[in-house]
């Protein structure tokens, strides 16, 4: 019985394997996949012909001459699927379609002020409608939404318990959203700096280890272990946003002195720029003395932080969120202020910019569903 169960299970990854092979190749043939990943060119033929009649495969031509015989080339089905992801902030709305590579397919962010009302939800439901329209998608596509929040969700993803910075708590307008009213098949509830960590750890560039950093109008993160994001017991891991940096400090939204949040949130950028994060870098760049200054003293507490995490872990720390995507410039500055805390030499890199330079979270809540369904093949 084990044995069989063995075989089937051997069969299942090859199935999966295959199909990322794909995925990481684009187009190859079926020698080139057998030589990668170690199998026998009738077991990958076997099963490139499998996923070709559910349609998750197809062939590309044939293999330029070299010579012999010409091989057929052949490409994941992209479009076969879709996933949605829904990032809700107290101000906006950002969708994001992403394809079975998890690439964006289309991003939009919208002003959209949360209400915990019933006409918040009916219009929400109508936007995702107008979203999919417009982006030509067949609803019986989509494999699943992702909802990402600031606050904490059940550990079965299917309710929020609470989030202090839309004010809500488990009676939320948003645990009656219905998989429907999403125009999906199922619907999930992730905090936004895990989902945010999901996009980074479902691209092919992420450490297999390190912390995360959500820099967005609030400040959360996640560790990961071995691509793994850890659970945490209580579902709180991450709140990155409540450590303690400066005793008796700024006041952080939840009503508590000196978290690290109150200096270190997006808002305390973007609300130097009229709201948007691209023109205050652009103020910076341009020489902005007053600006400079802010950012001068954001990047010192954020130091403070990555110095922090760092010295816990021993791991590397990969910014991300609003603020993290325009960092990539500014590491070297960065690196500097942690290196003027570090006891430690350190042998190699260990502060990154994010991968994703759109809106991670909705980004991360949709690859839930787009990993799941290679899991399952």
């Known amino acids: 019985m084990s044995s069989r169960l063995s075989s089937i299970e051997v069969k299942r990854r090859n199935r999966i394997n295959v199909f990322n092979g794909?995925?990481?190749?684009?187009?190859?043939?079926?020698p080139e996949l057998a030589g990668r990943l170690g199998l026998s060119i009738p077991t990958v033929g076997m099963i490139c012909d499998e996923l070709m009649r559910e349609g998750l495969v197809r062939e590309a031509g044939m293999q330029?001459?070299?010579?012999?015989?010409?091989?057929?080339?052949?490409?994941?089905?992209?479009?076969?699927?879709?996933?949605?992801?829904?990032?809700?902030?107290r101000r906006h709305v950002y969708m994001a379609l992403i394809d079975l590579r998890g690439e964006v397919i289309a991003g939009e962010r919208q002003r959209f002020p949360f209400e915990d009302?019933?006409?918040?939800?009916?219009?929400?439901?109508?936007?995702?409608?107008?979203f999919l329209e417009k982006n030509h998608t067949d609803p019986g596509t989509i494999l699943g939404c992702g909802v990402s929040v600031a606050g904490?969700?059940?550990?079965?993803?299917?309710?929020?318990?609470?989030?202090?910075?839309?004010?809500?708590?488990?009676?939320?307008?948003?645990?009656?959203?219905?998989?429907?009213?999403l125009h999906a098949p199922q619907i999930r509830f992730f905090n936004d700096a895990t989902a945010a960590c999901?996009?980074?750890?479902?691209?092919?560039?992420?450490?297999?280890?390190?912390?995360?950093?959500?820099?967005?109008?609030?400040?959360?993160?996640?560790?990961?272990?071995?691509?793994?994001?850890?659970p945490g017991k209580s579902g709180r891991e991450g709140e990155l946003g409540h450590m303690l940096i400066v005793p008796g400090g700024r006041r952080c939204y939840c009503g508590k002195c000196g978290h690290y949040d109150p200096y270190g949130n997006a808002l305390l950028l973007t609300e130097r720029a009229d709201g948007s994060m691209q023109a205050f870098f652009?103020?910076?760049?341009?020489?902005?003395?007053?600006?400079?200054?802010?950012?001068?003293?954001?990047?010192?507490?954020?130091?403070?932080?990555?110095?922090?995490?760092?010295?816990?872990?021993?791991?590397?720390?990969?910014?991300?969120?609003?603020?993290?995507?325009?960092?990539?410039?500014?590491?070297?500055?960065?690196r500097e202020l942690v290196g003027e805390q570090n006891i430690f030499e350190e042998e190699e890199e260990f502060i990154f910019s994010c991968e994703y330079n759109v809106e991670a979270s909705a980004v991360g809540a949709a690859s839930y569903f787009t990993k799941t369904f290679i899991e399952s093949l």
């Not at 794909?22 to 079926?30: E, R």
């Not at 015989?69 to 992801?85: H, K, Q, V, W």
């Not at 009302?117 to 107008?130: H, I, N």
């Not at 996009?199 to 995360?212: I, Q």
């Open 198 to 230: 999901m996009a980074e750890c479902y691209s092919h560039h992420a450490p297999d280890s390190f912390v995360f950093v959500s820099l967005s109008n609030s400040v959360g993160g996640a560790t990961v272990i071995n691509n793994r994001i850890l």
């Open 117 to 130: 009302t019933e006409d918040y939800r009916k219009e929400l439901s109508g936007r995702v409608e107008a």
């Open 64 to 89: 330029a001459s070299e010579g012999g015989r010409r091989a057929m080339r052949y490409e994941p089905c992209l479009d076969r699927f879709r996933s949605l992801g829904i990032d809700i902030t």
């Open 282 to 334: 652009e103020k910076v760049r341009a020489g902005d003395s007053e600006l400079t200054q802010v950012f001068e003293e954001y990047l010192h507490y954020l130091a403070i932080m990555i110095y922090n995490l760092h010295i816990a872990t021993d791991l590397p720390v990969v910014l991300g969120g609003y603020v993290g995507s325009y960092l990539k410039p500014y590491l070297p500055r960065i």
């Open 22 to 30: 794909l995925l990481s190749a684009s187009t190859a043939t079926k």
């Open 152 to 181: 904490i969700v059940s550990p079965q993803q299917d309710r929020v318990l609470y989030s202090h910075v839309l004010n809500v708590g488990e009676e939320t307008i948003l645990n009656h959203l219905t998989a429907q009213q």
